[in-house]
């Protein structure tokens, strides 16, 4: 089962920041959190992952809060292409459980 | 890199008939992972190998399903005989442990399964 829970699903106007956000009170110090998304009919693809500290990519920004029972993925500027399903994962190692994530709808 | 390849893209097929799906990972890649997608039960891990060596089958529903990865470029999920059931999208990633197992898995786009 997956160790997360994230909303269903979100709106997001375009051109402004998306903030996806996920609770995972259960996680222990070796678990990393990672974000993937899956666009419609195509493979998930990475974003970002991050242990303790927040991390920022090309992507996006990860937010993670101090006792990393929670952690917010910022997309600065949001596109029509950054419509998709939003997965947050907690891994340790290669055991990588996808919940249902948030459908983002990134509107005109 | 052309990326993670799967083939077919697309399999109908009828139950009880044998289906064979490949994988050719990332070159270089020494972790290859097979995940199965469905409405009901969400994107699940069935297998992985690292360096061609299954160490993890604890996801394969049955054994109906078999995977095996004779080398480092090509690997096959096998399903016989197929049910309607298995009917799913199936995606095979691949992942490189050079800078730590924390790497990120690239997927490939996935095999649409139909079993009528």
């Known amino acids: 089962d997956a160790k997360t829970t994230q909303p269903t699903s979100m709106d997001c106007a375009e051109g402004r920041a998306a903030n996806l956000p996920c609770n995972h009170s259960t996680i222990s110090g070796n678990e990393y959190v990672y974000w993937y998304r899956q666009i419609h009919s195509q493979g998930p693809q990475y974003i970002i992952h991050g242990l303790k500290n927040n991390e920022t990519n090309e992507m996006a920004s990860l937010i993670i809060t101090e006792d990393r029972k929670s952690s917010t993925l910022i997309l600065p500027h949001a596109t029509l292409r950054d419509t998709a399903v939003y997965y947050c994962i907690v891994r340790e190692y290669n055991d990588m459980r996808f919940g249902a994530g948030t459908r983002l709808t990134v509107k005109p | 890199d052309a990326g993670v390849i799967q083939s077919p893209r697309h399999e109908v097929t009828e139950m009880g008939q044998e289906v064979t799906l490949r994988c050719k990972p990332i070159s270089g890649h020494d972790y290859l992972f097979w995940y199965r997608q469905t409405m009901m039960r969400g994107l699940e891990l069935l297998i992985y190998f690292n360096n061609n060596v299954p160490i993890d089958d604890s996801g394969m529903p049955e054994d109906r399903f078999s995977a095996k990865m004779p080398n480092a470029s090509f690997s096959t999920l096998k399903i016989q005989p197929s049910e309607p059931r298995d009917s799913a999208v199936y995606f095979c990633?691949?992942?490189?442990?050079?800078?730590?197992?924390?790497?990120?898995?690239?997927f490939g786009p996935g095999t649409r399964l139909t079993v009528l």
């Open positions: 990633a691949s992942s490189s442990t050079d800078r730590g197992w924390e790497n990120e898995q690239f």
